[in-house]
């Protein structure tokens, strides 16, 4: 029996939605960040429209945010997506029900192509994604630095079949 559900993000989610971005950044395989933003700067970088959380028993176990690819009126229904597992939650489908509900409601709000930023070596992030019909696009060689290495990233694409046809 499925014991959580996702709902819209609120506010005072956001410690649980940081404890799980620090568990991202702390594996070093899901973000270049080296620290947790405050929440008025998670706030002002993640777009209104979008934001998700997965709670179980009161505690967030997963989180989904759209970012914008532009300013330009023409990119408009373009977003780059982040989406963090807690790891102890992982397994659970978790993963697969908020992209299908974080796809599903970017659409409805107009969005046409949903882009992520991933390292290659993030194979369950990339295999979640490919699930849902993103595409490589390129692996941008060597793109940024973390602890002076510096890493390969790739793009993957979703274009949306019902949105801004």
């Known amino acids: 029996m499925q014991t959580w559900k996702i709902r819209n993000f609120e506010k005072n989610n956001y ?13 070093r395989n899901a973000t270049f ?33 759209l970012l914008p690819f532009s300013g330009m009126p023409s990119y408009r229904g373009v977003a780059e997506l982040s989406i963090y597992i807690d790891p102890s939650a992982a397994g659970k489908g978790i993963g697969s029900a908020l992209m299908g509900h974080t796809i599903t409601e970017s659409e409805k709000a107009g969005f046409w ?14 295999a979640l994604h490919k699930k849902f019909g993103f595409k490589t696009l390129c692996v941008h060689e060597k793109l ?21 046809k």
Not at 41 to 63: M, N, Q, S
Not at 113 to 126: G, H, R, V, W, Y
Request: proline content about 2%; overall charge negative.
């Open 144 to 164: 940024g630095e973390m602890e002076g290495v510096f890493r390969d990233v790739a793009l993957l694409e979703r274009r949306s079949l019902v949105a801004g």
């Open 113 to 126: 192509t949903l882009q992520s930023l991933i390292f290659p070596e993030n194979k369950a992030s990339i």
């Open 15 to 27: 410690s649980d939605v940081a404890r799980i971005y620090q568990d991202g950044i702390d594996s």
């Open 33 to 65: 960040q080296k620290e947790v933003p405050t929440f008025e700067a998670w706030d002002a970088k993640y777009l209104d429209a979008c934001r998700f959380v997965v709670v179980e028993d009161g505690t967030v176990i997963g989180w989904s945010a």
